[in-house]
């Protein structure tokens, strides 16, 4: 892939490390650097963020979500519940899995929101353009396997007429992604209306190449060759794919959530969120109150009310 200069671009067209160096950090500075990086975001559709979790519980959250997606498999294939209880549909589903993650069930999932949250300049990132009343649209784990191939180019959403982003989307990487492991490819600058008209038009000439043809052919793109621990924060509406998984015996698992506008009703694409997590329509500022009060020792009375109600 082409290199791009979007806030440190890296080697091999993959990001360059942004953000800070994993120790704690005053609120007042996450939000300095939450809305550096929005500037970046807003202007790219895409942005870099390093260390927004913690080696120790990156290795935590893989653990779980590839044991609670064997259970899961298991789950659905005896008919205890049916699919959509447990995974997400994805585009190329062969070797890929969407596994929606039960917020209230296990507290690794607590304490990793937590730690992206609150303990780093992601959630600031998103606040910064959609406020602190935006809500939990996904939540959720893709996983991709040896041999699972690349997926077309795509948005994640339409590009909706009169409307500004409608969902920010959070990958984390929980393991060093290599380019051998299928990495995800952004095309920075795509999450316009005029780069959704070019998109949507696949008429070629005589002869010639189609409009949209030359619009991926042309556009510099970024791989997301992600360290653990580290995040690239998306415009829904920005176009890119999960690339092949060529590896031998490698996983990749990117741990991810979505906030929507609350301006805006259905975004155009269904949520990979459970359905009684969606249900609850989170907003952030209530997602960071229960989990500062979790992180204080006094529990987190809304998420234990949400996974009582999880099947």
């Excluded at 500037?39 to 979790?53: E, F, Q, T, Y």
């Excluded at 960071?288 to 987190?300: M, N, Q, R």
Aim: aromatic letters at 6%; one cysteine or more; proline letters at 5%.
């Amino acid at each position: 892939a082409n290199v791009v200069k979007v806030r440190g671009a890296g080697k091999s067209g993959g990001f360059g490390g942004g953000g800070s160096s994993g120790k704690k950090i005053s609120t007042a500075a996450l939000k300095a650097e939450g809305k550096a990086h929005a500037k970046v975001l807003k202007k790219n559709g895409v942005v870099r963020i390093d260390n927004v979790l913690s080696s120790d519980q990156a290795d935590k959250m893989r653990e779980y979500v590839l044991s609670s997606r064997q259970a899961s498999v298991e789950e659905v294939e005896s008919g205890k519940v049916p699919s959509l209880q447990r995974f997400a549909d994805v585009l190329l589903r062969k070797d890929r899995c969407d596994l929606t993650m039960p917020l209230g069930q296990d507290d690794v999932i607590a304490d990793s929101l937590n730690e992206v949250l609150r303990e780093s300049a992601a959630g600031q990132t998103i606040k910064a353009i959609l406020g602190k009343g935006s809500v939990l649209y996904e939540l959720s784990c893709l996983i991709s396997d040896p041999g699972s191939q690349r997926q077309n180019m795509h948005p994640d959403t339409p590009y909706l007429e009169g409307k500004d982003a409608v969902l920010y989307t959070c990958f984390i990487a929980l393991q060093d992604i290599r380019l051998e492991m299928g990495p995800t490819t952004w095309l920075p600058g795509t999450h316009t209306a005029d780069a959704h008209e070019v998109f949507q038009d696949s008429n070629a000439p005589s002869g010639g190449e189609s409009r949209k043809d030359e619009l991926l052919r042309t556009t510099p793109s970024v791989l997301g060759l992600l360290p653990k621990g580290c995040c690239a924060i998306f415009d829904s509406r920005c176009l890119h794919c999960g690339t092949a998984n060529k590896s031998e015996n490698d996983s990749r698992a990117l741990f991810y959530f979505s906030f929507k506008d609350t301006k805006v009703g259905y975004p155009g694409n269904p949520a990979s969120i459970r359905p009684e997590v969606g249900a609850t329509q989170i907003t952030m500022e209530d997602l960071e109150k229960d989990l500062a009060s979790y992180s204080k020792g006094k529990g987190h009375p809304m998420i234990d009310q949400i996974g009582k109600s999880l099947r």
